[in-house]
């Protein structure tokens, strides 16, 4: 059975960092990363990483984004600096391999003062 387990977020001011972490379990995942959900919208990417180290960030965190995968402990991590009230939002780690796309239960983010 494949588990996804978040660690981190909480409340972070404006300007603030986020880092969050996501444990894997039951199998080595080809791409890992991070997506997000605020109230009211669409679940969106923010980061992936491959097995080779590929990574991909979305639009809005490039530049201020690092997504990492540590594949001796099996765990994807993500930092997230400057951020802003509106990427307030439900923060799921993200795994797919073997045909199948995996998440996490999400984790809370909350940008304010």
């Known amino acids: 059975q494949v588990q996804l387990v978040e660690s981190g977020g909480g409340l972070v001011q404006p300007g603030g960092s986020l880092r969050l972490s996501c444990a894997v379990s039951?199998?080595?995942?080809?791409?890992m990363g991070w997506y997000r959900q605020a109230p009211g919208k669409q679940r969106e990417l923010v980061a992936t990483i491959s097995l080779g180290g590929r990574t991909i960030y979305a639009d809005s965190v490039e530049g201020r984004s690092l997504v990492s995968r540590d594949d001796t402990k099996n765990t994807v991590s993500l930092q997230v600096n400057s951020l802003k009230p509106e990427e307030t939002a439900v923060y799921y780690c993200?795994?797919?391999?073997?045909?199948?796309?995996?998440w996490g239960q999400g984790t809370q983010v909350t940008v304010s003062s």
């Open positions: 039951g199998t080595i995942l080809g791409v």
């Open positions: 993200f795994g797919r391999g073997w045909g199948s796309d995996y």
